[in-house]
């Protein structure tokens, strides 16, 4: 039924299920099986052209392309559950959504910069309040009493997406890890000079 979606898991993850070898399954592989079950999963009796997983990353991907905004998205998906069958498994809004995605593990960490660009708050950094190069502030200032903000927000902030994690997930998956190190396995013609590696 959904194949794409089954091997796009085993491809991110990077886990081979022929392992003769029986282990105790922990966190990182039972967040696993519980991903590879919702590919399989119907979103109700009949419904052979989605899953779980895929008509979530679809709907992601609907949300992000049009930029749909929190509520219109969350109301979206409750009419789409009311016009459904009363047994689909359709998440119930936003926030499950990303919580059934979120288990690929390709996270982001969100680090405060400077409001002008000099220098960002992050290690050794990540207690200063002011721009060590222009002394600007790094939070908005809170307006006391008057305002229900408890948490500093920061003027200006940028997201920092992990490569390693993501280089795992490409040398994991048998179709891409060939590419990726062709420069080191090719077979050179001699004589000629068709890249600089070759040199």
Known sequence: MNRPYEELIFYVTGHN???????????????????????QKQIWDGCS??????????????????????????????????????????????????????KLGLTTTKIDCCINGCMLYYKDDAAKVYCCTCNAPRFKPNLGKQCRQKKDVSYSHLFYLPIIPRLQRLYASISSSGHMRWHKEKIAKSGVLSLPSDA
């Open 49 to 102: 052209t989605h899953s779980e997983l895929s008509i979530t990353v679809r709907m992601l991907s609907f949300k992000t392309e049009y930029n749909i905004l929190h509520d219109c998205f969350n109301d979206f998906i409750g009419l789409m559950k009311e016009t459904n069958p009363a047994d689909n498994l359709i998440p119930s809004n936003l926030y499950r959504m990303k919580k059934l995605v979120s």
């Open 17 to 39: 299920l022929r392992s003769s070898v029986e282990e105790p399954p922990n966190a990182e592989i039972q967040k696993f099986f519980e991903l590879l079950y919702s590919t």
